[in-house]
């Protein structure tokens, strides 16, 4: 396939960007669409310029690194994959490609492509986890006994991989999904009861703290979310907030 790829370049975060203009050619179906980048910017190298800088890491739809704006959706065309998953054959030879970096206030740009995710590690780090001393007398999980239905929400919870794509997505750069994903998969099991109110507390002070929107209720980050993450946790989440708040 021959293509037309305009590209967001920005230097670092507090240079000006514009989109420049790239020609490929010799672009095959199969392709994944980092490689099909991995190509132009072996293209860059031969004739001296500066390479086009994208995050990414696993290739696998595991990490959540690859995340572009692709022709204004998150991640492209494609659903319940990620921008490493996505193949050429979702484009026709001769398409024109718009590619951006995921855009919010929380997001901010460190080259091209590339933007600090660092406040989804802030706001985990708040409260995204369980104290369970685990060191030398270990107890066997299955000791604890556990719905099926309240473990498999759990785990459909904790299958975000915190790419950002929801955010992207989301006309005031909401966190709402992330978030709630990341509370969800413990409120739901009892290790994560001894905790909950202080956990769902310090995580929505940290989201807002770090600049993210509020949610918009239009559903946009759920279409976009590479795992499917129900907007279903978001109601869970508020739910978990207003009794934390009761609580005092």
Wanted: contains cysteine; aromatic residues 6%.
């Amino acid at each position: 396939m021959k293509l037309t790829l305009k590209i967001w370049r920005q230097k670092n975060a507090a240079a000006e960007g514009k989109i420049v203009e790239y020609p490929i050619d010799g672009i095959e179906p199969d392709m994944s669409f980092l490689e099909m980048l991995d190509i132009l910017n072996d293209e860059l190298i031969v004739k001296g310029e500066d390479t086009v800088a994208f995050d990414h890491d696993c290739r696998e739809g595991i990490c959540g690194m690859c995340s572009l704006y692709i022709n204004g959706e998150a991640h492209g065309p494609d659903r319940l994959v990620t921008t490493c998953q996505l193949h050429m054959r979702k484009f026709k030879d001769g398409d024109t490609i718009f590619i951006e970096p995921f855009r919010a206030k929380a997001f901010p740009v460190i080259k091209d492509l590339v933007v600090d995710r660092g406040a989804f590690d802030r706001i985990q780090q708040s409260g995204g986890f369980v104290s369970v001393n685990t060191s030398g007398n270990t107890i066997d999980a299955n000791t604890i006994p556990i719905p099926k239905h309240d473990a498999d929400r759990a785990f459909d919870a904790a299958t975000c991989i915190g790419c950002g794509a929801c955010v992207a997505s989301c006309k005031n750069s909401s966190a709402m999904l992330f978030v709630s994903a990341k509370v969800s998969q413990f409120a739901l099991l009892p290790q994560g009861k001894v905790e909950a109110a202080d956990r769902v507390m310090n995580m929505v002070a940290q989201m807002d703290a770090e600049g993210f929107g509020n949610c918009t209720n239009t559903g946009a980050c759920e279409v976009e979310c590479p795992k499917g993450i129900s907007l279903e946790n978001i109601a869970r989440m508020n739910r978990e907030y207003l009794s934390a708040s009761l609580k005092g």
